[in-house]
T-cell receptor
């Protein structure tokens, strides 16, 4: 069975600091990888996704993630965070085959302070 | 883009009553709908997978007689929480798979049982 681990429960950064949120998955086969963001009171929004090809994926709002197959990792990065990035971030994985659901990590709460 | 409309967004009900949550795919046909539950400060946990015209598949530990899922058409899936109790209070989210690899999410329903 697939599982996703997000290492940080709560991250607090000052504006303009760099961000890296860890994500590791457990699955032996081919996977699709996703990062979602959930702003307070809003529904999940897709930040970026990896299916194949270039392991460095660029998403919306200046976010990027790197798929490192040997480490089963898909860490999310942003060089300079803004106050508006305060939100909950979820890493998710699924199997490309069949109509399978997403399996989510426990999420990381990011608080950006001025 | 593909949108899933979820209603109601918030509901408060008395203990022992039933609550129905609807998810409608507005501009596409959702053969499969996934239902998740999110506890405060925790991840989205898959409850069940509903397929149009057939019985839902429930995850281990989810009571199928308590959480009734109906997917009678390609545009509507419903989750009914029967005989609700305070421990059923949670945030419920539906999700549909988009070909080839994406997903779209409803905005969620916050259920409070008093």
């Amino acid at each position: 069975a697939q599982s996703v681990s997000q290492h940080n429960h709560h991250v607090i950064l000052s504006e303009a600091a760099s961000l890296e949120l860890g994500c590791n998955y457990s699955y032996g086969g081919t996977v699709n990888l996703f990062w979602y963001v959930q702003y307070p009171g809003q529904h999940l929004q897709l930040l970026l996704k990896y299916f194949s090809g270039d392991p460095l994926v660029k998403g919306i709002k200046g976010f990027e993630a790197e798929f490192i197959k040997s480490k089963f990792s898909f860490n999310l990065r942003k060089p300079s965070v803004q106050w508006s990035d305060t939100a909950e971030y979820f890493c998710a994985v699924n199997s490309p085959s069949g109509n399978t659901p997403l399996v989510f990590g426990k999420g990381t709460r990011l608080s950006v302070i001025a | 883009g593909a949108v899933v409309s979820q209603h109601p967004s918030r509901v408060i009900c008395k203990s022992g009553t039933s609550v129905k949550i609807e998810c409608r795919s507005l501009d596409f046909q959702a053969t499969t709908m996934f239902w998740y539950r999110q506890f405060p400060k925790q991840s989205l946990m898959l409850m069940a997978t509903s397929n149009e015209g057939s019985k839902a598949t429930y995850e281990q530990g989810v009571e199928k007689d308590k959480f009734l899922i109906n997917h009678a058409s390609l545009t509507l899936s419903t989750l009914t929480v029967t005989s609700a109790h305070p421990e059923d209070s949670s945030f419920y989210i539906c999700s549909a798979r988009l070909e080839p690899y994406g997903y779209t999410f409803g905005s969620g329903t916050r259920l409070t049982v008093v």
